[in-house]
């Protein structure tokens, strides 16, 4: 999926939402649990009520490695049902190098068809490169993250730089990929860093996974973080698919889901730049 | 497997060799595409050739991953095959925040059983800890890697601190966990490098990838790496799996590792300290 086709879909919904499918056997409702595939079940489900007022869908790719062959049948099953013209996050945080690299992303650009996949920035440029070389596929790499140990290294002032190791990773990575294929992870904790990223990277879409049951504030990241294209996926996990663990779990999703859409609708007329 | 167990291998096959199950399907001898699992098979034949020289295996989890369920069910294989007394690695470089990490380390410890998993330090404390968690395995925390790339980051200097973010890494995350859990991969292109991670991390053991085909030479490996309990694994891949690509592939893999513990059996004599 192209920018531009991505900014189409977030003005048409007027939402910015992203729909995380971290589907856990053991959270979902019991009485999906006597079906074939419950968590395809559980998924399509949130699809299907979430998918008006959602942008993007991103599964966290461990619940799903987590149950080996039957989970990967499952995701795949998921990703398929995705709508068309919806954005695809494999938020599989990959990285090695180069030709192992290479391997990560055909498995997820070309036997399962993602827009885009998660990668640690770690190893370096060689370990970024093969998952650009993908016509309209889509690096999202760790910026800063909302985690507590996100302070043991990526706020680690560097040397003769005036900058952090995560404000590094942000500008050295754009010599890698363009604004058209790459975003950043960016934990969505405290406005000032929203305000320093937007310096760095001003056109780059930015993924924040830290709004809901993570923390955050919701206008803060809106605020501080949307650019002319909006720029911003918000991600929702727990917040959304596990609203209730009753018969109504896929009602209580689209209710959920709903009104974090129509908070970002008034944020898109009030800070679209 | 206990770092004592580990040891005493090393003494019994007077070899640090692990050998690296990068197996994929392009590159494995065409007269096994017969086979039900020809990546099974090819393995499975690996093992027999090198178990007597090997102490430690170490599938590359990209390449089943990237043939999807079907690569998984010969992953689970092999690691089943895989001699008991010998020392297994999963080099997935996974690393997610908490909830998630413990996901993953589920994935590689119960359902699959491996000894010990790769992990990527972006994210700090909380997406390694619960790999931790779990009694007699490891984790391999990845140090400073043997590619081009590992200059973007791990080399840079930090403020304040008179060391580099790889240092860093290895001296901060000893904070998590002693040297019964925790190795360091150590890209080994340098001796200078060697010695500083030594000198950071004196007791822990290293899993250097980089002999063979990566370049880097043993001797300078052993006599700037090893300590009192050996403290080293050395990782060779291509150099012995793809050594012959015709019917005699186990045979030429054979005397491959057989060469290499041959070499380390002389600097086992030589520089264990």
């Known amino acids: 999926m192209t920018r531009k086709d991505l900014f189409e879909q977030i003005q048409s919904k007027k939402s910015y939402l992203c729909v995380g499918l971290d589907t856990d056997i053991n959270k979902i409702p019991k009485h999906l649990l006597d079906k074939e595939d419950p968590i395809f079940e559980f998924n399509k489900a949130i699809i299907d009520a979430t998918k008006d007022y959602a942008v993007a869908y991103k599964p966290n790719i461990a619940f799903y490695e987590a149950l080996g062959a039957s ?4 995701l795949q099953k998921t990703l398929e049902y995705i ?11 990959r990285g090695d190098i180069g030709n192992t690299s290479s391997l990560y992303a055909r498995a997820f650009f070309e036997n399962m068809n993602f827009d885009s996949v998660t990668v640690a ?10 998952f650009l070389e993908f016509k309209n596929k889509w690096v999202i790499l760790l910026g800063v993250t909302s985690n507590q140990g996100s302070f043991d290294f990526q706020h680690l ?3 003769d730089k005036n900058r952090s190791l ?17 975003m950043f992870v960016v934990g969505a904790t405290r406005a000032d860093l929203l305000e320093k990223v937007r310096k760095a990277a001003p056109d780059h879409f930015l993924l924040v996974p830290g709004v809901g049951a993570q923390g955050g504030s919701l206008e803060d990241v809106s605020k501080y973080g949307m650019n002319d294209h909006c720029g911003l996926l918000v991600n929702s996990s727990r917040g959304i698919i596990y609203s209730s663990n009753g018969e109504d779990f896929a009602e209580k999703a689209k209710e959920a889901a709903k009104t974090l859409q129509m908070e970002m609708s008034e944020y898109l007329d009030k800070y679209l730049g």
């Open 71 to 74: 989970g990967w049948n499952s």
């Open 166 to 182: 995560f404000e590094e990773v942000i500008i050295k990575s754009q010599e890698w990929g363009t604004s058209d294929q790459l």
């Open 83 to 93: 709508p068309e013209n919806t954005f695809t996050i494999s938020d599989a945080k």
């Open 121 to 130: 920035p770690y190893m370096g440029e060689d370990s970024v490169k093969p």
């Open 157 to 159: 002032r560097i040397k």
